[in-house]
């Protein structure tokens, strides 16, 4: 691949891939969707506790836990800070689970970590590639934050807005839209690999099982804090997705496109397959269950 076209994919055409999967989702809310922060504040609050609190503490631990290189650590750390993504969603509404509950969490915790990500990442950076060896990127918190507005909350935004006044145009072009979430994934991942597939083939032993560790703790975690505050099977599955499943065409834009660290992405690249594969696995699993018990919604 020539330095150009690396250049385009980075600049071009993951930013626009991100803001179609923003766009996508946007489409399918209305205000009234968050009206579940008071009816459920419990399933919310759980989520969004899960994705933004718990899950970043799990990378910085277990990044540490398995002794990642500084570059594979951070990388991890990164994943771990990024929202859910829409492919949560479309899992989701596959496995049965509360596709309402998955919609706003995706939702807002894509809203709040446009503030939270360049405040973690200005920490993570030094902290974790300080004593590495390694070329420290710089970031501007400010930038970051207005950059992330752009290509999230606007989107977003813009695609609710559509939803209020075209609702018939917002449902075709939503219909349209729904694979852009996995197909963009999908090409990222597959571009970032195939720049970087020495070193994705270099470090899966060292970084794999660190990174399913993470992916399958995140989703338990997620589901079992939901059993604990008496969900049901669909909501706790819902939560064990949306805790598991991030945005990694987040993560790969930021750590190509905003840091441009091929490194850093190499666990991002990994993660993003392990949690689909581990996500399907969770919902064959509740399935079952679901069919043995009949009726939906009993726990």
Same mark, same amino acid.
Request: aromatic share 6%.
């Given at each position: 691949?020539?330095?150009?076209?690396?250049?385009?994919?980075?600049?071009?055409?993951?930013?626009?891939?991100?803001?179609?999967?923003?766009?996508?989702?946007?489409?399918?809310?209305?205000?009234?969707?968050?009206?579940?922060? !008071? =009816?459920?504040?419990?399933?919310? $609050?759980?989520? &969004?506790?899960?994705?933004?609190?718990? /899950?970043?503490? #799990?990378? @910085?631990?277990?990044?540490?836990?398995?002794?990642?290189?500084?570059?594979?650590?951070?990388?991890?750390?990164?994943?771990?800070?990024?929202?859910?993504?829409?492919?949560?969603?479309?899992?989701?509404?596959?496995?049965?689970?509360?596709?309402?509950?998955?919609?706003?969490?995706?939702?807002?915790?894509?809203?709040?970590?446009?503030?939270?990500?360049?405040?973690?990442?200005?920490?993570?950076?030094?902290?974790? !590639? =300080?004593?590495?060896?390694?070329? $420290?990127?710089? &970031?501007?918190?400010?930038?970051?934050? /207005?950059?992330? #507005?752009? @290509?999230?909350?606007?989107?977003?935004?813009?695609?609710?807005?559509?939803?209020?006044?075209?609702?018939?145009?917002?449902?075709?072009?939503?219909?349209?839209?729904?694979?852009?979430?996995?197909?963009?994934?999908?090409?990222?991942?597959?571009?970032?690999?195939?720049?970087?597939?020495?070193?994705?083939?270099?470090?899966?032993?060292?970084?794999?099982?660190?990174?399913?560790?993470?992916?399958?703790?995140?989703?338990?975690?997620?589901?079992?804090?939901?059993?604990?505050?008496?969900?049901?099977?669909?909501?706790?599955?819902?939560?064990?997705?949306?805790?598991?499943?991030?945005?990694?065409?987040?993560?790969?834009?930021?750590?190509?496109?905003?840091?441009?660290?091929?490194p850093l992405a190499v666990t991002q690249n990994i993660y993003g397959v392990v949690m689909i594969l581990n996500a399907f696995l969770l919902i064959r699993w509740f399935r079952r269950r679901l069919d043995r018990n009949?009726?939906?919604?009993?726990?």
């Open positions: 691949m020539t330095p150009e076209f690396v250049a385009f994919v980075n600049s071009v055409f993951v930013p626009v891939g991100l803001m179609l999967i923003m766009f996508s989702m946007g489409l399918t809310l209305v205000l009234r969707d968050f009206g579940l922060v !008071l =009816t459920h504040p419990r399933m919310v $609050i759980v989520g &969004l506790g899960g994705q933004l609190i718990m /899950l970043p503490i #799990l990378g @910085l631990l277990i990044g540490t836990l398995f002794r990642l290189s500084p570059e594979l650590a951070l990388g991890l750390f990164i994943i771990s800070i990024c929202p859910a993504g829409t492919t949560s969603n479309a899992l989701t509404f596959v496995g049965r689970g509360n596709v309402a509950l998955a919609v706003v969490l995706t939702a807002l915790s894509s809203m709040v970590t446009v503030f939270s990500i360049p405040l973690l990442l200005s920490w993570a950076i030094p902290f974790f !590639l =300080t004593d590495g060896g390694a070329d $420290i990127p710089t &970031l501007s918190v400010p930038g970051t934050i /207005l950059q992330l #507005l752009q @290509l999230t909350a606007a989107p977003i935004a813009a695609g609710m807005l559509v939803r209020h006044f075209a609702p018939d145009k917002a449902g075709r072009m939503a219909t349209w839209l729904r694979p852009t979430s996995l197909i963009v994934l999908v090409g990222v991942i597959a571009f970032s690999v195939a720049v970087s597939l020495e070193m994705v083939l270099l470090n899966l032993v060292a970084a794999g099982p660190a990174i399913w560790t993470l992916n399958v703790a995140a989703i338990a975690a997620g589901v079992g804090l939901a059993r604990a505050l008496g969900a049901d099977r669909r909501d706790s599955m819902t939560i064990g997705i949306e805790v598991g499943v991030q945005n990694a065409t987040m993560a790969i834009f930021l750590t190509l496109t905003m840091l441009g660290s091929l009949g009726a939906a919604g009993r726990p």
